[in-house]
C-alpha cells in the first residue's frame, strides 16, 4: 500500500511538472515528456501490471488536463511503454546499464513516434518532417531531461 501512495504522488508531482515546468523549459515549442518518463520508471520498478495500470491512468489524466483533441491517445502510448518497461524490471543482472538505459531510450522513441503517428495521421505532414521538427526533438529533450532527474534522484537498478 505504501508503493501504491508513492507512486501516486510521484504520478501526482510528474502531472504538475508537466502542466507547468514543461511550459517553462520549452524550447521552440519542445517539452519533455515528464508522464512518460514516469510510467517508465513504474514499469522498470514494479514490473508490466503497475506499468500498464499507471501508464493508463496517468496518460488519461495527461489528455484530460491538456485538453486534447484524441481523449485516450496518451492512456494509450503510455500503457503500452509501461507494458514495455516492465520487461525491464528485475533485468539489471542480465543487462549491463548502458544496454538498460539504452532499451528505456528506444521506448522512448517508440513512444513518441506513436503518439505524433496517430496525432498527425489526418494532417498532410510526411512522417520525415514529423521526426525531423516532432519525433526527434521531443525525444531528446525528455532523454536529456530524465537524464537529469536520474542524477538528482537515483533509481534502483535491481528493481523493487
Known amino acids: ?29 519542445v517539452k519533455p515528456d515528464f508522464i512518460m ?4 520508471y513504474v514499469g522498470y520498478q514494479e514490473g508490466r501490471v503497475y506499468g500498464i495500470l499507471f501508464g493508463f491512468l496517468f496518460g488519461l489524466l495527461q489528455d484530460m488536463t491538456a485538453a486534447s483533441a484524441f481523449i485516450g491517445l496518451s492512456a ?15 533485468k539489471f543482472h ?3 546499464p548502458i544496454a538498460l538505459y539504452g532499451v ?14 496517430i496525432y498527425y495521421a489526418a494532417s498532410p505532414m510526411e512522417f520525415g518532417a514529423m521526426l525531423q521538427h516532432l519525433i526527434l526533438p521531443t525525444f531528446a529533450y525528455t532523454l536529456v531531461v530524465g ?13 523493487s
Open 1 to 29: 500500500m505504501d508503493r501504491l501512495l508513492k507512486y501516486v504522488g510521484l504520478g501526482l508531482v510528474a502531472i504538475v511538472l508537466q502542466l507547468t515546468v514543461s511550459d517553462w523549459i520549452s524550447l521552440m515549442g
Open 37 to 40: 518518463l514516469f510510467v517508465l
Open 76 to 90: 494509450l502510448i503510455k500503457s503500452i511503454l509501461g507494458f514495455g518497461a516492465g520487461f525491464l524490471h528485475g
Open 94 to 96: 542480465a543487462m549491463n
Open 104 to 117: 528505456a531510450g528506444l521506448l522512448v522513441l517508440f513512444g513518441q513516434i506513436l503518439y505524433f503517428g
Open 147 to 159: 537524464s537529469l532527474i536520474l542524477l538528482v534522484l537515483p533509481i534502483n537498478l535491481q528493481g
